[in-house]
T-cell receptor
Framework: KAGVTQTPRYLIKTRGQQVTLSCSPISGHRSVSWYQQTPGQGLQFLFEYFSETQRNKGNFPGRFSGRQFSNSRSEMNVSTLELGDSALYLC??????????????FGPGTRLTVT | AQKVTQAQTEISVVEKEDVTLDCVYE???????LFWYKQPPSGELVFLIRRNSFDEQNEISGRYSWNFQKSTSSFNFTITASQVVDSAVYFC??????FGEGTQLTVNP
C-alpha cells in the first residue's frame, strides 16, 4: 500500500500571501489530521477531518483552515502568512477518527518557509 | 484537558546501553490510548506501538519494550542494547491527539 503523500514537499512564501498544502491518505483511511512542527513548539495539532467533516480542532487562529474531499484527500490553507508560520506541516491518516484507539500514519511533511 | 509529559528532552548513550524514555499522560478520561512514535533524522514519524488503558501488560517487540502503569499514568519505553540506528526523536502521544515534546535520543558508536 502506498503511504501518506504530501505535496509540495518544500515551499517558500512571502508574508501576507496564502498557501495551500495537500495530503493524500493511505487507501481506505478516512481520517486525516494536520500538525505543525516547529523546533520551539514541538508537534501541535491543527485539526482532524473524518468523512469530510472537521471533527476536532487545535488552538490555532482562523487563518488556518482545511477541508476534506469525498476521496478522503485533504487540503489545509493558511492565509495572510506570518513569519511564525514557518514550520514543517505534517499530515497523518488513520482508519477512523484519531481521537481514540487508531494509530496514525504520517506523511513526509511540507516544509514551509515564510520570508 | 490532556497533557503528555516527556521528562527527558535529550538523552545520549553509547551503543549497546539500555535506555528508557519516560512518558506521563494526564487526562480525566477513564478510557484512553497511548502511542509511541519515532521520528528519525529523515523526518517522517513512524508508529511504534498503541496501548489502551485497560491493558497493563508489558509488551516486548525485539529490542523494544513498553511498560504501562495506569496508577501513575506512565507509559515508558525501553530500548535494550541500543544501536546507532535508534537515534531519533521519540514522541509519546495520548488518544486526544496530544503529543509530548519529544525526546531526542542519540546513540553514539
Amino acid at each position: 500500500k502506498a503511504g501518506v503523500t504530501q505535496t509540495p514537499r518544500y515551499l517558500i512564501k512571502t508574508r501576507g500571501q496564502q498557501v495551500t498544502l495537500s495530503c493524500s491518505p493511505i487507501s481506505g483511511h478516512r481520517s486525516v489530521s494536520w500538525y505543525q512542527q516547529t523546533p520551539g513548539q514541538g508537534l501541535q495539532f491543527l485539526f482532524e477531518y473524518f468523512s469530510e467533516t472537521q471533527r476536532n480542532k487545535g488552538n490555532f487562529p482562523g487563518r488556518f483552515s482545511g477541508r476534506q474531499f469525498s476521496n478522503s484527500r485533504s487540503e489545509m490553507n493558511v492565509s495572510t502568512l506570518e513569519l511564525g508560520d514557518s514550520a514543517l506541516y505534517l499530515c497523518a491518516s488513520s482508519l477512523a477518527t484519531g481521537v481514540g484507539g487508531y494509530e496514525q500514519y504520517f506523511g513526509p511533511g511540507t516544509r514551509l518557509t515564510v520570508t | 484537558a490532556q497533557k503528555v509529559t516527556q521528562a527527558q528532552t535529550e538523552i545520549s548513550v553509547v551503543e549497546k546501553e539500555d535506555v528508557t524514555l519516560d512518558c506521563v499522560y494526564e487526562t480525566r478520561d477513564t478510557t484512553y490510548y497511548l502511542f509511541w512514535y519515532k521520528q528519525p533524522p529523515s523526518g517522517e514519524l513512524v508508529f511504534l506501538i498503541r496501548r489502551n488503558s485497560f491493558d497493563e501488560q508489558n509488551e516486548i517487540s525485539g529490542r523494544y519494550s513498553w511498560n504501562f502503569q495506569k496508577s501513575t499514568s506512565s507509559f515508558n519505553f525501553t530500548i535494550t542494547a541500543s544501536q546507532v540506528v535508534d537515534s531519533a526523536v521519540y514522541f509519546c502521544c495520548g488518544s486526544r491527539l496530544t503529543f509530548g515534546e519529544g525526546t531526542q535520543l542519540t546513540v553514539n558508536p
